[in-house]
């Protein structure tokens, strides 16, 4: 296959671009600026700062992780400057109120960029498609890869385990590597705390305060944005020294702005492809794209199924979404959050890789729907 600019499927010339709407890329902001605020590769970050920088848009819809009313929360801000966007950039893993800013942008004058996650901006397109006036201040829609985020109650229980004073709190930032990585607790006084990543990320892989549209969940690549990215984490992309974020551009508007990014030289790419991105990831699509085995679990559980099972039964897969489940239903009691947040992390983090272990284990049979 021939692009546009001569290349061969899989190469692209320095600051030189034919961007395919749904096909998956590699890459990174070339400001180092960026990078080091951002989790992955600072891709959304640069995207946004230059949509800024030139006029088109005057300012963006971006979230972060705060303290209101002396509880952990996701708070979406309108950054109208560089530094604004930087501080909201990286990872939340939180539910972040980003309806409800993209609302107010009604009594707002001004063209505004927004991100969000897969399940908002499904809504918002919904809600855009019936108010044209909003949806000309909304230009550009960027969408976050994501498998599941958290209510703040996860911080809120997390920090009162670790003695942190939740009142103390001012911003949290989740610093991401290929291994590992940490959860920085700004307190206001401006000192700060650092956990372990893989300690939080254990109770939200165990199902510990996720939020219950994300049980049942199955779009993972924000496939209604114009542009979506996160991270990519394979044997290649682990090994180079400058991490990498996967992007796709769904939109053809997407494309646009990413070619002429690209070409400004303020973001490098290189093709990866959807198909070898499904290829490689395949393990983790088929356990939480397909809705099957969750019913057995939510049935087990108490949880109110939804669809149906077919007649075969991947029973490992069942068998951790039944984990996930049951925490979640925990966590939303007084006593069972004190249950949970009273047992010793490496417990909880014994849970996340018996659920990591059983989805990966495959057997075959016909799909779920």
């Not at 946004?48 to 030139?54: F, Q, S, V």
């Amino acid at each position: 296959m021939i692009r546009k600019n001569g290349a061969k499927k899989g190469q692209m010339a320095e600051n030189q671009a034919y961007i395919e709407q749904g096909e998956l890329y590699a890459g990174y902001a070339a400001d180092t600026d960026i990078r080091a605020h951002a989790s992955s590769g600072g891709i959304v970050s640069a995207i946004l700062i230059d949509l800024l920088e030139t006029g088109r848009i005057d300012g963006a819809l971006v979230s972060m992780i705060g303290s209101r009313d002396s509880h952990i929360r996701g708070v979406t801000e309108r950054a109208v400057d560089r530094a604004g966007i930087l501080q909201c950039a990286g990872s939340s893993y939180i539910e972040t109120p980003v309806i409800g800013a993209a609302r107010n942008l009604r009594e707002i004058t001004g063209r505004y960029a927004l991100v969000g996650l897969p399940c908002q901006i499904r809504t918002l397109r919904k809600y855009l498609s019936t108010r044209p006036g909003l949806k000309e201040k909304i230009p550009y829609i960027i969408g976050l890869f994501c498998r599941g985020t958290v209510a703040g109650g996860l911080y809120d229980d997390l920090f009162l385990k670790y003695g942190i004073a939740r009142s103390a709190v001012a911003t949290v930032k989740v610093r991401r590597e290929h291994i590992g990585g940490d959860l920085i607790i700004n307190l206001a006084d401006g000192t700060s705390r650092t956990i372990p990543f893989r300690k939080m990320n254990s109770y939200r892989i165990a199902g510990i305060h996720s939020m219950p549209r994300c049980l049942w969940c199955s779009e993972h690549l924000a496939a209604e944005a114009d542009i979506a990215g996160g991270d990519i984490f394979t044997g290649k992309y682990r090994k180079k020294q400058i991490k990498h974020s996967a992007f796709v551009c769904w939109s053809g508007t997407g494309a646009s702005l990413m070619e002429e990014t690209i070409k400004k030289g303020l973001v490098t790419a290189e093709y990866f492809g959807m198909k070898r991105y499904r290829r490689t990831f395949a393990g983790i699509e088929t356990f939480s794209n397909r809705l099957g085995p969750r019913y057995m679990a939510a049935r087990l559980t108490g949880a109110r199924p939804r669809g149906r099972p077919s007649a075969f039964n991947n029973i490992f897969h069942s068998l951790a979404w039944t984990i996930i489940f049951a925490n979640n239903r925990l966590s939303r009691t007084m006593k069972g959050r004190k249950l949970l947040f009273g047992l010793p992390s490496w417990v909880i983090q014994l849970e996340a890789m018996t659920v990591k272990a059983l989805s990966r284990i495959h057997i075959g049979g016909p799909d779920y729907k």
